[in-house]
């Protein structure tokens, strides 16, 4: 991560409310609307805004970032903590419900397109 960037679990920042490594749905504010996605021991980022632009996609409700877009060297990056790719087998395999009512393949297109445009 450019400048001085970390990475952590988001289970061990202050007001997560998840707080085990267990699969499971995980609310966010995506853009700034409240979404449930899957989790399983997800990434918290640190980053150095002042080092690159950057473009925070997804915030968890205790405010660590979930999900962003920075640029790095010549290219860009793209970073997320939970995971909008998962489709309704990894729901199933853990007996997981989204409350949405539906998966979040929106995040995961809107994140691709964000990185490649």
Do not use: C
């Amino acid at each position: 991560l450019p400048g001085s960037g970390q990475t952590d679990q988001y289970i061990t920042s202050k007001g997560a409310v998840v707080t085990t490594e267990i699969d499971t749905v995980v609310p966010l504010y995506w853009r700034g609307k409240l979404r449930h996605v899957y989790f399983q021991d997800g990434t918290r980022f640190d980053l150095d805004k002042k080092a690159a632009t950057t473009e925070v996609l997804a915030t968890y409700t205790n405010g660590k970032i979930a999900a962003a877009v920075q640029h790095f060297g010549q290219g860009r990056v793209g970073m997320v903590g939970p995971h909008p790719e998962a489709d309704q087998s990894w729901f199933d395999m853990y007996k997981l419900k989204n409350p949405d009512g539906k998966m979040s393949f929106d995040l995961f297109h809107d994140l691709v397109d964000t990185l490649m445009n």
